[in-house]
């Protein structure tokens, strides 16, 4: 599933995460276009509960962050360090792997002028 692709565990919908209405700490993944869906949907990770959650963990997400931020943007550099600065606090954190990746390959082959930021998902 779409766990995989980031090396996560606890994925949600933009709909469950408004609905925990801040009671769990979570960080946004991704904004994807899934199979069977006509609008794309943001996807965070549950991170844990407020007061509960290590700092390592919330420096990772907070440098993940500013690289998704910069990735939307189409700033491929400036997203790539952010990533890095992510992964030398985090080295196995998945999602940065993963969109570092993405910027890699668009800084070679960049989206179409329309990109609303969204990755098409092949599978559910």
């Known amino acids: 599933g779409v766990n995989k692709i980031y090396g996560i565990y606890t994925l949600i919908s933009d709909a469950t995460f408004n609905a925990i209405n801040n009671q769990i700490v979570a960080r946004k993944i991704d904004y994807i276009s899934v199979v069977g869906k006509k609008?794309?949907?943001?996807?965070?990770?549950?991170?844990?509960?407020?007061?509960?959650?290590?700092?390592?963990?919330?420096?990772?997400?907070?440098?993940?962050?500013?690289?998704?931020?910069?990735?939307?943007?189409?700033?491929?550099?400036?997203?790539?360090?952010?990533?890095?600065?992510?992964?030398?606090?985090?080295?196995?954190?998945?999602?940065?792997?993963?969109?570092?990746?993405?910027?890699?390959?668009y800084k070679l082959n960049p989206p179409d002028k329309d990109w609303d930021g969204s990755f098409s998902m092949e599978t559910k």
Not at 55 to 67: F, H, N, R, S, W
């Open 39 to 105: 609008e794309p949907i943001f996807v965070y990770e549950l991170l844990g509960y407020p007061g509960s959650i290590d700092d390592i963990i919330l420096e990772t997400a907070d440098k993940y962050t500013d690289g998704l931020n910069a990735y939307r943007e189409q700033d491929w550099d400036k997203a790539i360090a952010f990533f890095n600065q992510a992964l030398e606090i985090t080295p196995d954190d998945g999602p940065s792997k993963t969109i570092k990746d993405r910027c890699e390959k």
